[in-house]
């Protein structure tokens, strides 16, 4: 199953991050002076509210903290979609940079729990603009 588009709207702050993905990376701004991780996206460190700010790749692998599924299609485009499931994920680079998106797969939620190890897929939907959606890690 196609995990559901969700069109977003860049703006000045976080265009790199959609087109990023368009390019099929999740990169994320990064500290020059503190070297923290910043997300969402905005003009200044959330750890030293410094702007010596660049965009950087990250790993794109995390652990599930929470999850939601969702049945209601709130958009006719969803209809054949529901159920599916949003994954809160803690990225590896920085246990406090949660973020949602949807799981590939995750369907009704059956076999999603804390600590489920996934890992991101970027998917171009425009020009300039992508979309992250998670995915279960390979078995190590």
Not at 7 to 26: E, F, I
Not at 91 to 105: F, G, K, R, T
Not at 114 to 136: F, I
Request: aromatic share 8%; hydrophobic share 40%; proline share 8%.
């Amino acid at each position: 199953m196609a995990a559901p588009v969700f069109p977003a709207v860049p703006d000045r702050d976080t265009a790199p991050y959609w087109a990023a993905l368009a390019q099929g990376r999740l990169e994320l701004q990064h500290c020059n002076d503190c070297s923290r991780w910043t997300w969402p996206a905005r003009p200044i460190c959330s750890g030293c509210q410094g702007d010596n700010m660049a965009w950087e790749a990250v790993a794109g692998t995390g652990s599930v903290h929470s999850w939601i599924v969702t049945h209601q299609p709130y958009s006719p485009n969803f209809v054949e979609l529901v159920p599916y499931t949003i994954v809160l994920v803690r990225l590896d680079e920085q246990d406090d940079i949660l973020i949602p998106a949807p799981l590939v797969s995750g369907g009704t939620g059956e076999g999603v729990y804390q600590g489920l190890r996934v890992c991101a897929r970027a998917q171009k939907v425009a020009d300039a603009v992508g979309q992250l959606t998670w995915e279960v890690a390979a078995k190590q």
